[in-house]
T-cell receptor, first 116, second 114 residues
Framework: DVKVTQSSRYLVKRTGEKVFLECVQD?????MFWYRQDPGLGLRLIYF???????EKGDIPEGYSVSREKKERFSLILESASTNQTSMYLC???????????????FGDGTRLSIL | AQSVTQLDSQVPVFEEAPVELRCNYS??????LFWYVQYPNQGLQLLLK??????LVESINGFEAEFNKSQTSFHLRKPSVHISDTAEYFC????????????FGSGTRLQVQP
């Protein structure tokens, strides 16, 4: 089974801090994703990465950046945390099969981040 | 651009009753469709998917969904629910053109009561 591991289940930070959320997958997947989950809004894509050092903005990239230096690890960075970034953050990975996008995304258990 | 609408934010149902969770999508190209389930304090798990071929797809725990291209729908059904089916269910869509990441609906919370 695919294992996607997010480093923290719960995290509390202060406004203005630089926050790092880490995600590691063990299946050599090329594609990795960061989503934000809020009640009534479902999951919204923040950033995704096609492969090492490659990234693309999703629907809500403002206030976030990402890093993918190694294939197995995809980091989400909140440059200067604000209270409206309090949310559940979900990481996912997917194998790439050429140009076809129908492989399922596999999710971690999420990080519940509170910004005070 | 693709989008997904889940019409019901909450669906209460009694145990052993049938249930349908509705999902409609919007896309101008061919799509792949997924249903994911999220149990409390967990990430999302794949429930079932439509890629091509038969329009009726099934999961191992009794759920099924039917792809209806003319109505752009992918409703999820189960003929008899259990308490353990209580969870949030997300419909998602992706295509081979445009953005290569799933677009999710807002979710439907299924509450199974004894």
């Amino acid at each position: 089974d695919v294992k996607v591991t997010q480093s923290s289940r719960y995290l509390v930070k202060r406004t203005g801090e630089k926050v790092f959320l880490e995600c590691v997958q063990d299946m050599d997947h090329e594609n990795m994703f960061w989503y934000r989950q809020d009640p009534g809004l479902g999951l919204r894509l923040i950033y995704f990465s096609y492969d090492v050092k490659m990234k693309e903005k999703g629907d809500i990239p403002e206030g976030y950046s990402v890093s993918r230096e190694k294939k197995e690890r995809f980091s989400l960075i909140l440059e200067s945390a604000s209270t409206n970034q309090t949310s559940m953050y979900l990481c996912a990975s997917r194998v790439r099969r050429g140009l076809v996008s129908n492989q399922p995304q596999h999710f971690g258990d999420g990080t519940r981040l509170s910004i005070l | 651009a693709q989008s997904v609408t889940q019409l019901d934010s909450q669906v209460p149902v009694f145990e052993e009753a049938p249930v349908e969770l509705r999902c409609n999508y919007s896309s101008s190209v061919s799509v792949y469709l997924f249903w994911y389930v999220q149990y409390p304090n967990q990430g999302l798990q794949l429930l079932l998917k439509y890629l091509s071929g038969s329009t009726l797809v099934e999961s191992i725990n009794g759920f099924e969904a039917e792809f209806n291209k003319s109505q752009t729908s992918f409703h999820l059904r189960k003929p008899s629910v259990h308490i353990s089916d209580t969870a949030e269910y997300f419909c998602a869509v992706i295509s081979d053109t445009g953005r290569r990441a799933l677009t999710f609906g807002s979710g439907t919370r299924l509450q199974v009561q004894p």
